[in-house]
């Protein structure tokens, strides 16, 4: 079975609370240690674009109940790669929720500052989640 690494790309539901996104947060760092899964979200108050890695079985499981969760709409998948070696061995969900307080991150691939995955490619949208993986490394 193949270790794949997926990255898809989400609008956050209105009326969710960052609180309610913390929270769900905690519920994946829980679970995906169960599945072997590892990965890191990135998140605004409009988007979340998300990284998960693992078993392949248990990625398409993980991305069917993510993509059907109604805390977030129109899923659209960015990237999908099998791959030898995983990128976020570090977190079971590594997460940034307040991309928009790393402004020179952000701009360094939206020059106008507006962050908008939909928009980035494939390979922009993964070395995004990677420079907020080292800054959540320290
Ligand atoms: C943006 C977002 C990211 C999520 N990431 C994960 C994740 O990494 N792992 C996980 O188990 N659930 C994640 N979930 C929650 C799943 O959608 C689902 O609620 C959870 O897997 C429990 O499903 P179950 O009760 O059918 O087992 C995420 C949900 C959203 C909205």
Redesign the pocket.
């Known amino acids: 079975m193949p270790t794949v690494q997926l990255i898809y790309a989400?609008s956050v539901s209105k009326d969710l609370t960052v609180m309610e996104i913390k929270e769900?947060v905690n519920?994946?760092q829980r679970?995906?240690v169960g599945?072997g899964?590892t990965?890191f979200?990135c998140?605004n108050s409009q988007y979340?674009l998300?990284c998960?890695e693992g078993e392949s079985r248990a990625v398409n499981v993980?991305f069917q109940?993510?993509s059907?969760?109604v805390?977030?709409h129109s899923v659209a998948i960015i990237k999908y790669s099998e791959i030898e070696v995983i990128q976020f061995s570090d977190w079971s969900?590594g997460a940034v929720l307040d991309i928009d307080k790393h402004m020179d991150v952000v701009t360094q691939f939206s020059p106008d500052g507006v962050f908008n995955p939909y928009l980035l490619s494939g390979d922009d949208n993964l070395n995004f989640i990677l420079a907020f993986s080292q800054i959540r490394r320290g």
């Open positions: 989400s769900l519920e994946a679970d995906n599945f899964i990965g979200l998140a979340f998300q998960i993980l109940k993510i059907k969760d805390r977030h969900m």
